[in-house]
């Protein structure tokens, strides 16, 4: 084999890789690594997608699994996904399945009660272990599955986000029997 041809080889190869590579970690379509998880429910099959799974134990109050949102009253990207996940956290918070927080850390309060409830030192140490870098919004789901940023913003997609919010707390309902 010529020089010229292994110059060729070893780019077509180095190509093929960035592309994978891309394909994998970057692209809308990218399912994360350890998050293949697939849920069955009557007629449809929700996937999870964007959220990470550490593989732990999923994190309860009172028999019920916690789920959290940590944001800012400033974030657009905050701002953008705030309603979805209100109304489908709400949904299970009605039906006693499940706790739900939605923290925003600048004015230091859970919207999702009347009251004025201040971020515990506890949830904030969540927020830390989760999301060392501090970046919102940020999920929390179970303190098994977890997700910085919005998965579906770019498409403009908020019924994606409450699909996958629906199959996370599904699956973390699940797990906590």
């Known amino acids: 084999m ?5 110059v060729k080889l070893i ?3 180095l190509l093929m890789a960035l592309l994978l590579f891309y394909l994998t970690a970057y692209s809308p379509l990218a399912v994360p690594s350890g998050t293949s998880t697939t849920i069955q429910q009557t007629t449809t099959t929700l996937a999870i997608r964007t959220f990470k799974d550490n593989l732990g134990p999923i994190e309860t109050k009172n028999g019920k699994p916690v789920i959290r949102m940590f944001s800012t009253t400033w ?3 905050c701002k953008w996904v705030k309603d979805a996940y209100e109304e489908t956290v709400m949904e299970y918070v009605n039906r006693s399945q499940i706790i739900a927080y939605h923290w925003e850390m600048d004015i230091d309060d859970d919207t999702l009660r009347d009251e004025k409830i201040p971020v515990p030192e506890s949830e904030k140490e969540v927020f830390r272990k989760f999301n060392p870098g501090g ?6 789901f179970g303190s098994r ?3 910085i940023g919005n998965g579906y913003e770019r498409e403009k997609d908020l019924d994606a986000e409450k699909a996958e919010f629906r199959a996370v707390i599904e699956e973390v ?3 906590a029997r």
Do not use: A
Not at 2 to 6: A, P, S, T, V
Not at 135 to 140: A, D, E, I, L, Y
């Open 75 to 77: 974030c657009s990207h």
């Open 145 to 147: 599955f977890y997700r």
């Open 173 to 175: 309902i699940r797990l």
């Open 11 to 13: 780019l077509g190869v």
């Open 2 to 6: 010529e020089d010229q041809d292994k």
């Open 135 to 140: 970046g919102v919004p940020t999920f929390v």
